[in-house]
């Protein structure tokens, strides 16, 4: 019942109250991105979302505009502290997780949830090892498990697991408890970079 009924619609009970938040948000932090290079405002990447079906979701844009996809060895995005193609406005939005707020318009449309796995690029749909899968019966989130306790230092088997868990035990108990567990990572700016130094 909460899986399938309650958590829909405190996501959309939620996403309803944040909205004039990000309004403001929106307001003030779209002039910096677009005249820092001339940019879009957002970046409307290609991800996978619940059942494997493919949508795009919305952040505000972080890096400049044509930056080169980087991955680490385990196939996951390189983030580091002294990544050349994030924007000054780009850094201060992923320390601060603002760039994750247009994510709610990806909660109204019913592709994202509050919280759930991250989404991953199209290619890793056929990286997914059978047992995995599971987590693909869930929406993904705009945090999680992963994000709550390890932000960007888990590595891609790490996340793959942590995700399956989630969506194997889903309560309204772990949603609260990875909530109040985002808060503190996001404002203690825990883990917001992950190089090659730290793969794992």
């Given at each position: 019942m909460y899986?399938?009924?309650v958590?829909?619609?405190?996501d959309l009970t ?10 403001i ?5 779209a002039?910096f ?6 940019g ?7 991800r996978i ?6 949508f795009?979701?919305?952040?505000f844009r972080s ?13 996951s ?14 850094r ?5 997780s603002l ?5 709610l ?10 919280i759930?796995?991250?989404?991953d690029?199209p ?5 997914y090892p ?9 929406r993904?989130?705009?945090?999680g ?7 960007n230092?888990?590595s891609?088997?790490d ?12 309560s ?25 130094k730290s793969?794992?």
């Amino acid at each position: 019942m909460y899986k399938t009924v309650v958590k829909r619609v405190l996501d959309l009970t939620i996403c309803i109250l944040g909205f004039p938040l990000f309004a403001i948000i929106f307001i003030i932090v779209a002039p910096f991105i677009y005249f820092e290079d001339k940019g879009p405002v957002f970046y409307n990447g290609e991800r996978i979302g619940r059942n494997g079906k493919l949508f795009k979701m919305y952040k505000f844009r972080s890096m400049r505009v044509n930056a080169p996809d980087i991955r680490l060895p385990d196939g996951s995005t390189y983030n580091g502290k002294d990544d050349s193609r994030v924007t000054k406005i780009g850094r201060l939005l992923r320390e601060t997780s603002l760039d994750e707020v247009p994510q709610l318009i990806n909660i109204l449309k019913g592709e994202m949830s509050l919280i759930g796995p991250r989404p991953d690029p199209p290619d890793w749909i056929d990286k997914y090892p059978d047992g995995y899968r599971v987590f693909l019966t869930v929406r993904p989130g705009i945090t999680g498990y992963s994000q709550a306790y390890y932000r960007n230092s888990d590595s891609s088997q790490d996340k793959m697991k942590h995700d399956k868990y989630y969506a194997e035990n889903v309560s309204f108990l772990m949603d609260f408890r990875i909530i109040i567990k985002t808060i503190g990572t996001v404002l203690s700016h825990s883990n917001v970079y992950r190089d090659d130094k730290s793969n794992k």
